[in-house]
Antibody
Framework: QVQLVESGGGVVQPGGSLRLSCAASEFTFSTYGMHWVRQAPGKGLEWVAFIQYDGSKKYYADSVKGRFTISRDNSKNTLYLQMNSLRTEDTAVYHC??????????WGQGTLVTVSS | QTVVTQEPPFSVSPGGTVTLTCGLRSGSVSTSHYPSWYQQIPGQAPRTLIYSTNIRSSGVPDRFSGSIFGNKAALTITGAQADDESDYYCVLYMGSGIWVFGGGTKLTVL
């Protein structure tokens, strides 16, 4: 069964940085695009970023463009999200998801990021 | 800015049929948006229900179905059960590597 396990969340001050990781297993990680999707407390889901299977193309939501960077290490079966210049509105649970045919077919449980002074 | 619309909180009677929709504030939803639907119980990760408009994800009961209804994508639950009470989200692929979620619909079964 596909497993996606996020880590790296925590409390950070506004303007700070954090790097999230997502360890993938039970599928051939290097052949699938991957996404980050977030959910602010009590709010809906928001797509954040996508990276192609080989890392050659990356796409971002306008709300994070220029501040967040998605990357992957296929030798370690790991997806990353580097978050800089964090704002209070970035407070959310961040899920990594496996991409397939324009949808998200498996989801991790998520890691909570809290941006607060 | 692309806005994907979903209904406000909705209710259905046990055994009843409900259709939730997913639209665009500007324009029509088509199969080219590859609409997909997700069920989420608060506090849990979302579960994939439907993708590419009308394909049920593995293990999803056939009481869940997807379609294009007019100018919107639609999720129909036929014979609603108590454990269908959840939040439901749609997402559309807008092209150029961009996806946009709807705001979600909270469904109550009572």
């Amino acid at each position: 069964q596909v497993q996606l396990v996020e880590s790296g969340g925590g409390v950070v001050q506004p303007g700070g940085s954090l790097r999230l990781s997502c360890a993938a297993s039970e599928f051939t990680f290097s052949t699938y695009g991957m996404h980050w999707v977030r959910q602010a407390p009590g709010k809906g889901l928001e797509w954040v970023a996508f990276i192609q299977y080989d890392g050659s193309k990356k796409y971002y939501a306008d709300s994070v463009k220029g501040r967040f960077t998605i990357s992957r290490d296929n030798s370690k079966n790991t997806l990353y999200l580097q978050m800089n210049s964090l704002r209070t509105e970035d407070t959310a649970v961040y899920h990594c998801t496996k991409g397939y045919n324009y949808y998200f077919d498996y989801w991790g449980q998520g890691t909570l990021v809290t941006v607060s002074s | 800015q692309t806005v994907v619309t979903q209904e406000p909180p909705f209710s259905v009677s046990p055994g009843g049929t409900v259709t939730l929709t997913c639209g665009l504030r500007s324009g029509s939803v088509s199969t080219s948006h590859y609409p997909s639907w997700y069920q989420q119980i608060p506090g849990q990760a979302p579960r994939t229900l439907i993708y590419s408009t009308n394909i049920r994800s593995s293990g999803v009961p056939d009481r869940f179905s997807g379609s294009i209804f007019g100018n919107k994508a639609a999720l129909t639950i036929t014979g609603a059960q108590a454990d269908d009470e959840s939040d439901y989200y749609c997402v559309l692929y807008m092209g150029s590597g961009i996806w946009v979620f709807g705001g979600g619909t909270k469904l109550t079964v009572l």
